[in-house]
């Protein structure tokens, strides 16, 4: 039987990595992991207490209709990051802006974290898997001063870690800090993350490709070529309507995932700063690729507003490139009006 690494155990060792580490990232990725752990208690019996359904007629940054849930999470994200005196600012979809967090004594906190603290929420009140998104950043603002919102606003590529917890069947925590990803299930029995899929590597292709086939007839002409041709192949469509469960499908199992523009969101629904850049960091990270269906790279995106959202097509390298063939086969120009 192999040992036993727990969470804390591996992010410790690891620490070796980082040369001039001084233990905060450390710390960091902690206090995140037992948010995780308290995150989780709560969704696994969110159906025995009151936190189902929907907080009164609350709305969050991007519209979306609040569930309990979320605000619980959030909430716990907050204070734990609070608490560790790593984080000097917080990026949450569930606010509208940057929350500042008072120094605390002694620490010089170096680091920023922007996350969606509960990820597919709307799925919590028919037991459908629920995930929380988080990314972490150097702070590049003044370090005398309060963080700014500039220290979120940067590309995906200056990540320093990044990853998600899926509330599901069992509950994993899967990270990387750029040297590779990393999947940790939680033993209720210890209460501890122990690693349980160790260095990640998302498979070349898959069987499944995760798309909302209800917005066909609303797509541009190249992802409806490339959903007849995945039809064609005979890959199955999985599409669970939580990014994080599908996304976690197409690292073990191969895949892609796709979320294009729409006439609803012209810009693509997700956000880029706490989803689209901290999976396409990871996914990357396993050797698959994300790009928007503008062909950039995520995580070379300017960010320009907190909760802006991309178009992101996430997943398997070769299905990847194969998408990137058809937009660049059969997307039509924008119409010009210059004559
Ligand atoms: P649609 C959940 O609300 C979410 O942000 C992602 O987790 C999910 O992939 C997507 O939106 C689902 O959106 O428009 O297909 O219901």
Do not use: W
């Amino acid at each position: 039987m192999n040992r036993i690494v727990t969470l804390d155990e591996f992010i410790i060792h690891r620490q070796k990595d980082f040369p001039y580490a001084s233990g905060e990232l450390t710390g960091l990725l902690r206090d995140i992991g037992v948010a995780a752990k308290i995150v989780n208690r709560e969704v696994n019996k969110a159906g025995l207490v009151n936190i189902l359904g929907v907080e009164g007629n609350a709305e969050n940054a991007s519209g979306d209709t609040v569930q309990k849930l979320d605000i619980y999470a959030n909430e716990k994200l907050i204070d734990c990051l609070k608490n560790s005196g790593e984080c000097c600012g917080i990026a949450s979809e569930e606010n509208e802006d940057i929350i500042q967090i008072p120094a605390v004594e002694s620490k010089n906190a170096k680091y920023v974290v922007a996350f969606d603290p509960l990820d597919g929420s709307s799925n919590i009140d028919v037991n459908v898997s629920v995930g929380t998104i988080f990314g972490i950043y150097r702070r590049i603002s003044d370090p005398e001063g309060p963080c700014t919102v500039d220290d979120f606003l940067q590309k995906g590529v200056k990540l320093v870690a990044a990853g998600y917890v899926i509330y599901g069947t069992s509950t994993i925590l899967v990270y990387t800090t750029g040297r590779g990803v990393n999947g940790f299930t939680l033993d209720p029995s210890i209460g501890e993350f122990c690693l349980s899929h160790r260095d990640i590597k998302i498979p070349d292709r898959g069987n499944y490709y995760s798309v909302n086939q209800g917005y066909y007839l609303k797509f541009d002409v190249e992802m409806r070529r490339y959903i007849d041709y995945c039809s064609d192949l005979n890959l199955r469509l999985r599409y669970i309507g939580s990014m994080v469960s599908d996304i976690h499908r197409s690292l073990l199992q191969g895949g892609i995932f796709l979320y294009p523009n729409t006439r609803k969101y012209p810009k693509g629904k997700l956000r880029l700063i706490y989803e689209c850049n901290p999976l396409a960091f990871v996914v990357e990270q396993a050797g698959g690729k994300a790009i928007t269906c503008q062909l950039e790279r995520i995580l070379d995106l300017e960010p320009k507003e907190l909760h802006e959202r991309s178009t992101i097509v996430i997943g398997s390298p070769v299905m990847v490139d194969e998408m990137k063939n058809f937009i660049e086969r059969y997307s039509v120009p924008a119409y010009s009006t210059q004559e």
